[in-house]
């Protein structure tokens, strides 16, 4: 089998090195190639990171450039500009999207096949620019989408319920952005309902929505950035696609009428593996759950029409 690679565009700033030192330190992939607007820092970045990399088994971090993409390799995109305190992640519309669709159209340059994981915010709407700048299939192009909010909700319930995080399965879904929600129909502990565990009551859960969307907020009005979270989600994902049998996360793709929505990228459960991401459908939502989901849609439709 073909030796896959894993490029890293916008690798000098703090999510594409994160990114970078996850995948190392768990050894996901045997090269990691790096990528910047400023390639001395992506140098600087693979340097490092080669350091803390001699105690695997032997991973390569170097710095590298569009030219080496190949068929099949993946390319994860988090080149831009991040939230400041005050700012959402729509804030950062106008500006990211001239840079996602730039460095799109190198990555695909030559008609090149590779699978595309966006990162860059607003991501939802830098996913659908992906698939549209790049022509590629939307099972290729995909983005992170609230496996974040879910990995934040999961820690939620942890620290609530005193369980470990890993017991949990749960998924906050729709836009990776305020209107971001929890699915705690569906949430299972150890394969309890959750209304079931031990020590629930509904106050316990009441502002979860809110707890969950609003922590980046909390995290960047403290230390300003977010970046060891959405690392340790770059490299799981990555690790997905390059094993055959698919592994379910909540990342955002373009809907062609599952969950009755077209047209519109989001995030709903998806199987990502060596074939690529697939929303899955027949997650079952309670009515509430889904107008929230519509609303998710609404909200990403204006984004994207705004770009038009
Ligand atoms: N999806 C998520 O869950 C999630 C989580 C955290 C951050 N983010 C997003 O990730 C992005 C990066 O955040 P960060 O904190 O690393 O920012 P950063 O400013 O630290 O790094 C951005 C990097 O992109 C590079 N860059 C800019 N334009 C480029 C271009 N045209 N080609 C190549 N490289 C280019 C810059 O040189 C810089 O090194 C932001 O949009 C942020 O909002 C997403």
Same mark, same amino acid.
Request: include cysteine; hydrophobic fraction near 40%.
């Given at each position: 089998?073909?030796?896959?690679?894993?490029?890293?565009?916008?690798?000098?700033?703090?999510?594409?090195?994160?990114?970078?030192?996850?995948?190392?330190?768990?050894?996901?992939?045997?090269?990691?190639?790096?990528?910047?607007?400023?390639?001395?820092?992506?140098?600087?970045?693979?340097?490092?990171?080669?350091?803390?990399?001699?105690?695997?088994?032997?991973?390569?971090?170097?710095?590298?450039?569009?030219?080496?993409?190949?068929?099949?390799?993946?390319?994860?995109?988090?080149?831009?500009?991040?939230?400041?305190?005050?700012?959402?992640?729509?804030?950062?519309?106008?500006?990211?999207?001239?840079?996602?669709?730039?460095?799109?159209?190198?990555?695909?340059?030559?008609?090149?096949?590779?699978?595309?994981?966006?990162?860059?915010?607003?991501?939802?709407?830098?996913?659908?620019?992906?698939?549209?700048?790049?022509?590629?299939?939307?099972?290729?192009?995909?983005?992170?989408?609230?496996?974040? /909010?879910?990995? +934040? =909700?999961?820690?939620?319930?942890?620290? $609530?319920?005193?369980? *470990? &995080?890993?017991? #949990?399965?749960?998924?906050?879904?729709?836009?990776?952005?305020?209107?971001?929600?929890?699915?705690?129909?569906?949430?299972?502990?150890?394969?309890?309902?959750?209304?079931?565990?031990?020590?629930?009551?509904?106050?316990?859960?009441?502002?979860?929505?809110?707890?969950?969307?609003?922590?980046?907020?909390?995290?960047?009005?403290?230390?300003?950035?977010?970046?060891?979270?959405?690392?340790?989600?770059?490299?799981?994902?990555?690790?997905?696609?390059?094993?055959?049998?698919?592994?379910?996360?909540?990342?955002?793709?373009?809907?062609?009428?599952?969950?009755?929505?077209?047209?519109?990228?989001?995030?709903?459960?998806?199987?990502?593996?060596?074939?690529?991401?697939?929303?899955? /459908?027949?997650? +079952? =939502?309670?009515?509430?759950?889904?107008? $929230?989901?519509?609303? *998710? &849609?609404?909200? #990403?439709?204006?984004?994207?029409?705004?770009?038009?």
């Amino acid at each position: 089998m073909k030796k896959q690679k894993v490029f890293i565009v916008g690798a000098g700033g703090q999510v594409g090195s994160s990114a970078a030192y996850a995948m190392a330190i768990k050894q996901t992939i045997q090269e990691i190639v790096l990528i910047d607007l400023h390639p001395d820092i992506a140098n600087g970045q693979a340097m490092d990171i080669t350091d803390a990399a001699t105690f695997t088994n032997g991973v390569i971090v170097r710095a590298g450039d569009y030219s080496e993409i190949a068929d099949d390799d993946i390319v994860v995109i988090c080149s831009g500009a991040a939230q400041k305190p005050g700012q959402t992640r729509l804030d950062l519309l106008s500006v990211n999207a001239s840079i996602i669709s730039d460095v799109v159209k190198q990555i695909v340059a030559g008609g090149k096949n590779p699978y595309i994981l966006l990162i860059t915010n607003p991501v939802d709407v830098m996913t659908y620019e992906a698939v549209k700048a790049s022509g590629l299939s939307r099972n290729r192009v995909f983005g992170t989408g609230t496996t974040l /909010e879910s990995a +934040r =909700l999961r820690a939620a319930l942890a620290e $609530k319920f005193k369980v *470990s &995080a890993n017991q #949990i399965n749960a998924y906050a879904l729709g836009e990776h952005g305020d209107s971001t929600f929890t699915v705690l129909s569906q949430a299972t502990i150890g394969g309890i309902p959750l209304a079931n565990f031990p020590g629930y009551n509904y106050d316990i859960v009441a502002n979860i929505d809110k707890e969950v969307s609003e922590k980046v907020y909390k995290i960047i009005n403290t230390k300003r950035a977010t970046f060891y979270g959405i690392g340790q989600v770059i490299s799981e994902i990555v690790a997905a696609i390059l094993r055959p049998v698919p592994t379910i996360y909540p990342v955002c793709s373009l809907l062609d009428g599952e969950y009755g929505l077209q047209d519109v990228v989001l995030s709903v459960p998806s199987s990502v593996s060596s074939d690529g991401v697939h929303p899955i /459908e027949g997650y +079952r =939502l309670s009515q509430g759950e889904y107008a $929230k989901l519509q609303n *998710s &849609a609404r909200v #990403i439709r204006g984004a994207i029409n705004s770009m038009k």
